[in-house]
Nanobody, 118 residues
Framework: VQLQASGGGSVQAGGSLRLSCAAS????????MAWFRQAPGKEREFVAA????????YYADSVKGRFTISRDNAKNTVYLQMNSLKPEDTAVYYC????????????WGQGTQVTVSS
């Protein structure tokens, strides 16, 4: 399984970006996909997740109300709409795919840089 993340860029505070993550090479149904991020000097942190079946979504408290995760099952693609961006959202964003549970992610994308200036 390969995950291709795209959509990162530079934006001013208050702006918006939409990230995409397309999965290819999948020969089975996975359980969920998620976005994580890692800022310089910090540990990687969970941002949001969506279950493929049913579409239940989960968010970190820091992004609730500003970010929206969604999926397109037909395209095997997950999106992260990021609104009201803050400088503290600056990080490399990674998408990840979980085969069985949301506790462990089995496949990771290459990361896309998001930079928010004040």
């Amino acid at each position: 399984v390969q995950l291709q993340a795209s959509g990162g860029g530079s934006v001013q505070a208050g702006g918006s970006l939409r990230l995409s993550c397309a999965a290819s090479g999948r020969t089975f149904s996975s359980y969920a996909m998620a976005w994580f991020r890692q800022a310089p000097g910090k540990e990687r942190e969970f941002v949001a997740a969506v279950r493929w079946s049913g579409g239940s979504t989960y968010y970190a408290d820091s992004v609730k109300g500003r970010f929206t995760i969604s999926r397109d099952n037909a395209k095997n693609t997950v999106y992260l709409q990021m609104n009201s961006l803050k400088p503290e959202d600056t990080a490399v964003y990674y998408c990840a795919d979980a085969i069985a549970t949301m506790i462990e992610y089995d496949y990771w994308g290459q990361g896309t840089q998001v930079t928010v200036s004040s």
